[in-house]
C-alpha cells in the first residue's frame, strides 16, 4: 500500500522534504468494514493546517503518519452487506492508494446521472457544500446585490459564485489571470472577474460602484484588504478561508482574522441609532435595576462650561474617570 506520510512539520511553505514515500501493507476487511482502492485522492487548502501541530478545529497529522484527505475509490473487497467489489464509493481517506473503513462511514456513489466520480470530491463534495452553506446561510444575497467571491475560479468560489447567481445576485468573482477570470465569467457565468494581479482596488471600484452587498472570503492578505473598505451598510462577510495566509510565519501584524474562519466567530457591526424599539426597553429595565441596587455607575463631573474643551481633550486621551459630564 503506496502511501505519502508527514516526515516533518514545515516552518511555513511546504516542501518535499516535509512528506515521505512508503510502502506498507496492504490492509484487509474486517466484519462490518469495507477495503477500497483509491483512485482519486483530493487535495485541499485545510491540508496545510493539518501540517501543523498547533491547536485548531481539527486534530494535526501525527509525525510519520499518513497525510489526511478524503478519496474516491472501487471496493475490491466487503465485509459489509450494503458493498461488493467493483462498486464505486466516497469517504475514503489518506493519502494512499488503499484504505479499509466502516461500511457505515462510506457513501455508495451512483453508476448512472452523468456525474463522474471526481465531482464527488469537489463540486459535490466537500467543497461544493462548503459554498453552498457560506452562501444560503451566511452571506444570503438577494436579487440585484452585489456579490463578490475570491478564488473565484477553485472548488469553492466556482460554486459559491453560481449559487449567488441563482439567488438573482450581481456576481463579481476574483481571480489570479486573465485566463482564471476568463473561465469565470464564460464559462461560471459570473458577471465580471477582476485579477488580483492587477490594480484590484481600481476594478473593484470600477466593477462595484456602490459597493460589496456580500463577500465570500477564500483568500485573506491583499484582496482581503481591498475589499473591506467596499463593503456596503448591512453587508455580510462568508469568512470561508484565507489560504493567502496558510504559509506566512510569522503572521502578519494585526488581528489575525482567520480567527473568524477557524473559531467560527461572528462579527456584527451595529449603530444604536438604527434599533429604536430598544430604547424605552432599556429605559425601563436600566430604571429599575438602579432602584433595586443592581445597577451601579460612576460619574466625573467637570465644573464650568469653559473647562468643557480641556475636559474634551482629556476624553480622548483616558482622563476621565466615569461617565464624563459638565456641570454648566
Ligand atoms: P481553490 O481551488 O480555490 O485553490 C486555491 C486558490 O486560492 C488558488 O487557485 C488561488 O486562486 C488562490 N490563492 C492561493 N494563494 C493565494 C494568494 N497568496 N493570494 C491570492 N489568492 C491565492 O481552493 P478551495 O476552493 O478548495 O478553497 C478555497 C478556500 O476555501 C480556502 O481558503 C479554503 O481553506 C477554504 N475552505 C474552507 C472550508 C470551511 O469549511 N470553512 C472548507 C473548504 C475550503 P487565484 O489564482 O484565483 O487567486
Known amino acids: 500500500n503506496l502511501r505519502v506520510l508527514l516526515r516533518e512539520r ?15 501493507p496492504r490492509p484487509t476487511a474486517a466484519k462490518g468494514e469495507v477495503l477500497v482502492r483509491h483512485r482519486f485522492l483530493s487535495l485541499d487548502p485545510y491540508m496545510r493546517g493539518r501540517m501543523d501541530d ?27 452487506p450494503g458493498f461488493a467489489p467493483g462498486d464505486w464509493v466516497g469517504g475514503a481517506r489518506g493519502w494512499q492508494r488503499y484504505s479499509v473503513a466502516p461500511g457505515g462511514t462510506l457513501l455508495k456513489l451512483p453508476k448512472e446521472g452523468g456525474v463522474p466520480p471526481t465531482a464527488w470530491l469537489g463540486v459535490l463534495g ?11 446561510e451566511i452571506g444570503q444575497p438577494r436579487p440585484g446585490e452585489t456579490f463578490v467571491v475570491s478564488a473565484a475560479s477553485g472548488a469553492v468560489g466556482g460554486v459559491a459564485g453560481q449559487v449567488a447567481k441563482q439567488m438573482g445576485a450581481r456576481v463579481i468573482g476574483i481571480a489570479g489571470g486573465a485566463e482564471k477570470c476568463r473561465y469565470v465569467t464564460e464559462t461560471l457565468g459570473f458577471d465580471a472577474c477582476l485579477d488580483h494581479r492587477g490594480d484590484l482596488e481600481a476594478a473593484l471600484d470600477a466593477a462595484c460602484p456602490e459597493g460589496i452587498d456580500v463577500y ?18 448591512f ?40 434599533h429604536p424599539r430598544a ?12 432602584r433595586d441596587g443592581r445597577l451601579k455607575w460612576k460619574e466625573d463631573v467637570v465644573q464650568g462650561l469653559e473647562n468643557a474643551p480641556e ?5 480622548l486621551e483616558g482622563r476621565n474617570f466615569g461617565k464624563l459630564v459638565v456641570a454648566l
Open 10 to 24: 514545515p516552518k511555513d511553505r511546504p516542501g518535499p522534504e516535509h512528506f515521505e514515500l512508503s510502502e506498507g
Open 54 to 80: 498547533a491547536a485548531s478545529y481539527a486534530r494535526p497529522v501525527p509525525l510519520g503518519g499518513v497525510m489526511e484527505g478524503e478519496c474516491v475509490g472501487e471496493v475490491v473487497e466487503s465485509q459489509h
Open 126 to 136: 466537500m467543497p461544493g457544500v462548503t459554498a453552498w452553506v457560506g452562501v444560503t
Open 216 to 233: 465570500f472570503e477564500n483568500v485573506g492578505g491583499a484582496v482581503q484588504e481591498a475589499v473591506f473598505p467596499r463593503m456596503r451598510e
Open 235 to 274: 453587508g455580510r462577510m462568508a469568512f470561508c478561508g484565507t489560504v493567502a495566509t496558510y504559509n506566512v510565519r510569522p503572521p502578519p501584524p494585526g488581528p489575525n482574522l482567520s480567527s473568524i474562519n477557524r473559531k467560527r466567530l461572528r462579527l456584527q457591526g451595529f449603530i444604536v441609532s438604527d
Open 279 to 290: 430604547w424605552p426597553v432599556w429605559r425601563q429595565r436600566g430604571a429599575a435595576w438602579i
Open 311 to 315: 475636559a474634551f481633550i482629556g476624553l
